[in-house]
């Protein structure tokens, strides 16, 4: 069953950046779309950015546009988001998540790697 | 953007009792719904998709219903493992939005 883990998370102050890996098991990747989902602190799930198979269509949520940068290497099964100018909103646990056979966001997900913008 | 809301907030349910969650969305979505279940620490795992499809390994105890703007997802039978948070996503159109969640205790 294909595996996705998160990576990159950490500690990081205002105004910083941090650029989250996810890798994936399994040779299935290149065939979906990807996404990032984040939930902040006692907060619920949020979308925030997805990429196509062949990276020709990308998207992101209005309050990480022109801040975070969605990647992806299938070559190298990877999903990658860049995030710069953090603020303390952008504390979270951030998933890659896919999406699957049937709509989106039905694959697999990761378990996560948590963002903390603090000073 | 589309707006989720679901409700209650949380809710309190015994073994064997069947709850319902609803999801109402701020405009026509038609069937582009689905359910996911959160345990703490753990990845959102999907239950429901487009509305009412179980997703392949999900026990039948969990069913999706509805259309447009109202939709409902509901647990029979319930089971201690079963405790989580439910969340309801809208994939009509993008950005992609979640309703708030549904604690649910057992």
């Known amino acids: 069953e294909v595996q996705l883990v998160e990576s990159g998370g950490g500690l990081v102050k205002p105004g910083g950046s941090l650029r989250l890996s996810c890798g994936a098991s399994?040779?299935?990747?290149?065939?979906?779309?990807m996404n990032w989902v984040r939930q902040a602190p006692g907060k619920g799930l949020e979308w925030v950015s997805s990429?196509?198979?062949?990276?020709?269509?990308?998207w992101y949520a209005d309050k990480v546009k022109g801040r975070f940068t969605i990647s992806r290497d299938n070559d190298q099964s990877s999903l990658f988001l860049q995030m710069s100018n953090l603020s303390a909103e952008d504390t979270a646990v951030y998933y890659c998540?896919?999406?699957?056979?049937?709509?989106?966001?039905?694959?697999?997900w990761g378990q996560g790697t948590t963002v903390t913008v603090s000073s | 953007d589309i707006q989720m809301t679901q409700s209650p907030s949380s809710l309190s349910a015994s073994v064997g009792d069947r709850v319902t969650i609803t999801c109402q969305a701020s405009?026509?979505?038609?069937?582009?719904l689905n359910w996911y279940q959160h345990r703490p620490g753990k990845a959102p795992r999907l239950l429901i998709y487009?509305?009412?499809n179980l997703q392949i390994g999900v026990s039948s105890r969990f069913s999706g219903g509805g259309s447009g703007t109202d939709f409902t997802f509901t647990i029979s039978d319930l089971q201690p493992e079963d405790a989580a948070i439910y969340y309801c996503?809208?994939?009509?159109?993008?950005?992609?939005?979640f309703g708030q969640g549904t604690k649910l205790e057992i």
């Open positions: 487009d509305t009412s």
């Open positions: 399994g040779s299935t990747f290149s065939r979906y779309t």
């Open positions: 998540a896919s999406d699957g056979d049937t709509t989106v966001l039905s694959g697999v």
């Open positions: 996503l809208q994939s009509d159109n993008l950005p992609y939005t």
């Open positions: 405009q026509d979505i038609s069937d582009s």
């Open positions: 990429i196509t198979t062949t990276s020709n269509y990308i």
